[in-house]
């Protein structure tokens, strides 16, 4: 379990992930004993703590979330601090710390941390908890939704035009029903401009194997795969790697805007602005008008969107563009439906205190 603190810590990490640079594990540990000495900015009493199962150096998942504790810092003069947690024992001790040392709001960044939230949160009332990708309210456990597949289903439209193999590849870090839904939406998308298309799919099982996200990308570019979208974190960028070396060869991110890693090859990105979600909860919290409830951001929201790299703009056909604004504008009124949501992912809130709220539908 890896520690990062305020202040200094904070932008030499932002730094990192700004480079693209994968840090080695040990390396967080020693920037956690060298700079615990540097000065910290004025803060109010609230405190907010974020844990994640990766690298905030992925320039994906991870990092979206680290960025958005900083925006919270920021712009609401808060205490921070960030932990690294990648198995299931180390996300439930860090859960734990946080609540014991009196944290108000505390972040768990991904789908599994549902469980390890709930059994923290039984005995720690005064914290908030919130699970990224979560399923359901419970006590003081509420999750943020985030319906990527509607932004990968663009992304798809996009791939699909523009194959000249007929065939897509996705790489996924680990087979988990967010992740399986963001396929199928790339999946759609492809299909409704290219009903012939074919997809193959890989998981890796692992979010932070780079060598074997670039040796996946690079088999699926062996059976003829000339478009690539995943959701595999700091693994994909081996992807990456791997596109950038292969002519013909493009990618659509995931997560956020991820053209800068391959400028030539990325021809979009489907994004979560997670700093923009972050900051509204403890907002909410800081304000004193937080009660559990489903958050949940779909295209209409703008937090989840499709954003085209304006560098390769003038692959994208005109006719294409349309055919986007329209899926675009049909999803987000709710009369397209970008991929069906596994039971697993619907959100409910069972139980919850009059005055609790589902925002936007899950």
């Not at 180390?90 to 939230?117: K, M």
């Not at 295209?299 to 499709?306: F, M």
Request: glycine share 8%; aromatic share 8%.
């Amino acid at each position: 379990m890896t520690h990062t603190f305020p202040l200094c810590t904070v932008q030499y990490l932002a730094r990192t992930v700004r480079n693209h640079v994968l840090l080695p594990r040990w390396w967080y540990a020693v920037l956690t004993l060298t700079l615990l000495a540097c000065p910290r900015p004025q803060t109010s009493g609230m405190r907010v703590g974020l844990v994640t199962p990766g690298s905030v150096a992925d320039a994906a998942w991870n990092s979206g979330a680290f960025e958005g504790l900083q925006r919270i810092r920021d712009s609401l003069r808060v205490h921070i601090s960030h932990v690294e947690a990648r198995t299931p024992t180390e996300q439930i001790e860090a859960l734990r710390t946080y609540a014991t040392q009196g944290y108000d709001l505390v972040f768990a960044h991904g789908f599994e941390f549902q469980d390890a939230a709930e059994r923290i949160s039984a005995s720690h009332p005064n914290t908030a908890f919130i699970v990224t990708s979560g399923r359901r309210t419970h006590g003081n456990v509420s999750p943020l939704i985030f319906r990527l597949e509607e932004a990968s289903y663009l992304a798809g439209m996009v791939a699909g035009k523009l194959s000249r193999t007929g065939v897509l590849g996705f790489v996924g870090g680990i087979e988990l029903p967010p992740i399986k839904a963001a396929y199928e939406g790339w999946v759609n998308g492809a299909k409704v401009v290219n009903p012939a298309i074919r997809s193959r799919e890989v998981y890796l099982n692992s979010f932070d194997d780079v060598a074997a996200g670039r040796e996946a990308a690079l088999a699926l570019i062996g059976a003829g795969a000339d478009m690539f979208h995943h959701n595999a974190d700091a693994a994909a960028l081996g992807l990456f790697q791997a596109v950038k070396q292969s002519r013909g060869v493009y990618v659509l991110g995931s997560n956020a805007d991820q053209a800068s890693l391959a400028p030539d090859h990325v021809l979009g990105s489907a994004v979560i602005d997670l700093p923009r979600a972050f900051l509204l909860v403890a907002s909410e919290l800081k304000g004193g008008v937080f009660v559990p409830h489903v958050e949940a951001f779909g295209l209409e929201s703008g937090v989840v969107r499709y954003v085209p790299n304006p560098r390769l703009d003038s692959l994208i056909p005109a006719s294409l563009k349309s055919m986007m604004a329209a899926a675009a504008d049909s999803i987000s009124n709710g009369t397209l439906l970008a991929a069906p949501r596994p039971r697993s992912m619907e959100a409910s809130a069972p139980g919850l205190p009059k005055g609790s709220r589902r925002r936007v539908p899950a």
